[in-house]
């Protein structure tokens, strides 16, 4: 074992997850802000520690915009009264909430955020077989949803696992079958690989749109996300699957839900939107200098931003679909269409070659 | 009534109109309330709403123009009082006198507990003095039970002077005019 390896995963590895932590707790907080602005509404505007406010001009603005609103949720969520119910079938009930952030945090390790910094690859796992990996752990993430519904005991929560098994696992698969195209356009299922093969021939979404349409609408049902928010309908189920859990543990599920946006917003990039690449000022093959390194990676932050942006935003857009509608637009239309796009793309790659 | 539902067209059954127009309503919004400052939040404890004039909030005893306490330890408004909110300690026939001429008594302690109260107003209508007013306070907070227990002093301080009729004044110039009256036999 190669000791600068270790070293340098263990670094890459606590950056890379204190920094979705943090953008987990603003990404709450910008939920809640957008949330408003399109109500019309004003949005977190009070919290912050007594000292913020006797900075001058500046310090009132941040308190407005709600930016030390985080803090106080987290704070909250630490010292907020961990409640396991009379009912609850106790071990599921503890394994349920890891188990649904364990797979999102998991996802985050094959994404490359970066080209290079240094000698370093800004990716943690650059694995050859990247996208196979997403996809076997994305499928875990529903067992800690289905497992908490079960450990509740009680029939909202259950309505609500259920509801999720059978909407993530139908979307999966047209997910799964949505990205085909995609390597067979760029021929490599390493994610690395994808992105270099979009530096130099123009990102992915021009080429496979239909790719992209059917990843964009998977990955809201697969994240809950509005408009198939079905396993935690707050107006039908209560709470869905999180409807027993308070505190450090419904935070955690909390947390899942915005890895699992935050993974889904990353993945679309890296597949469809050319990841750390521009097609301009020389950012479309790997940096040579430090400078270009960090460019890279903070071109691949704002991407991701204005795909979570975008989920937020589409969650005031649209009614919440009923269950057999869903059923419907995910076996009836995404299924075949998943699967004439992957003939269609065969067949032109093949008349082509 | 029969409502003719018509069968969707392809097009609509896309949902691309409908997406096309999610994004205009609430984009629409959005800029509206981000820069047009169109929000319909009002900051409450900054900004306060307007009440109207016959606005019923929490009782206070007023005092007359001169600063004389007007309660005259009648205890009507206790007897009255729904949640028995309002206690009075009459002062009793040893007790000190009112503050002003012509008035037999006034109350030792006037304890109104804000906990109770329901804002009914009957003490008000009840008040042959008209000593104690629904003012406009609404929002009475503490950080005790006791501490919203209001007594006599903090009354009168929250509820400051009322300038109108001045019963017994009136019936003391009307008691001197008598005896001054000129008879003559």
Redo the contacts between chains.
């Keep these: 074992m190669d000791w600068n390896f270790i070293i340098f995963s263990v670094v890459k590895i606590a950056i890379v997850v204190g920094v979705v932590q943090g953008m987990v707790a603003y990404a709450v907080l910008a939920e809640r802000k957008?949330s408003?602005?399109?109500?019309?509404?004003?949005g977190p505007n009070r919290a912050a520690p007594p000292f913020v406010e006797r900075i001058p001009a500046l310090g009132p603005a941040l308190i407005r915009l709600g930016l030390f609103q985080p803090l106080a949720d987290g704070l909250k969520f630490l010292l907020k009264e961990d409640f396991t119910p009379a009912g609850v079938r106790k071990a599921y009930f503890w394994l349920a909430p890891a188990l649904a952030v364990i797979p999102s945090m998991l996802v985050i390790a094959v994404i490359p955020f970066g080209s290079h910094l240094g000698h370093q690859k800004m990716v943690i796992a650059d694995l050859n077989v990247g996208i196979l990996y997403t996809f076997g752990i994305v499928s875990l993430g529903v067992y800690g949803i289905v497992l908490a519904g079960y450990a509740a005991n009680s029939k909202y929560p259950f309505l609500g696992g259920i509801r999720s098994s059978a909407q993530m696992i139908s979307y999966e698969i047209a997910m799964g079958m949505s990205v085909i195209p995609v390597f067979l356009i760029a021929g490599d299922l390493n994610l690395s690989q994808i992105i270099g093969w979009q530096g130099r021939h123009g990102w992915l979404f021009l080429y496979a749109p239909v790719s992209f349409l059917i990843f964009l609408v998977a990955s809201f049902a697969e994240t809950n996300r509005l408009p198939f928010d079905l396993p935690e309908a707050e107006t039908e189920l209560v709470g869905g699957y999180h409807t027993e859990y308070s505190s450090m543990k419904f935070a955690l599920f909390f947390l899942a839900e915005y890895s699992n946006m935050i993974a889904s917003a990353a993945m679309m990039v890296t597949l469809f939107f050319g990841g750390w690449t521009l097609p301009f000022w020389g950012l479309d093959h790997p940096a040579t200098s430090l400078g270009m390194g960090l460019l890279q990676i903070l071109v691949f932050l704002v991407k991701m931003l204005s795909f979570m942006v975008l989920f937020i935003?589409?969650r005031?857009?649209?009614p919440r679909f009923r269950y057999d509608q869903l059923m419907d637009l995910g076996w009836r239309r995404f299924v075949p269409l998943a699967l004439v796009n992957i003939l269609v793309t065969a067949v032109v790659l093949w008349m082509k070659s | 009534m029969i409502v003719n539902r018509k069968p969707l067209t392809i097009w609509e059954r896309l949902y691309l109109p409908a997406i096309a127009g999610g994004f205009k309503v609430t984009a629409r919004h959005l800029f509206r309330s981000l820069f047009g400052g169109k929000t319909v939040t009002m900051d409450y404890p900054e900004q306060k709403w307007a009440l109207p004039p016959d606005y019923r909030g929490a009782p206070y005893l007023v005092r007359d123009q001169d600063g004389n306490t007007k309660c005259v330890s009648c205890q009507l408004c206790e007897f009255v009082c729904p949640p028995k909110a309002i206690k009075i300690t009459p002062p009793g026939p040893t007790g000190p006198m009112a503050d002003r001429p012509n008035a037999e008594k006034m109350p030792l302690e006037f304890e109104i507990n804000m906990l109770r109260c329901i804002f009914c107003g009957y003490c008000q209508e009840v008040c042959p003095e008209e000593a104690i007013f629904l003012l406009k306070d609404y929002s009475l907070t503490g950080q005790s039970r006791q501490e919203m227990v209001y007594n006599k002093e903090k009354l009168l301080a929250l509820g400051g002077t009322h300038p109108g009729i001045q019963k017994w004044k009136h019936k003391l110039e009307e008691a001197k005019a008598q005896q001054d009256f000129p008879v003559k036999i």
Aim: glycine content about 0%; charged content about 15%; overall charge neutral.
């Design positions: 957008i408003a602005w399109i109500q019309d509404r004003v935003w589409v005031w857009m649209f």
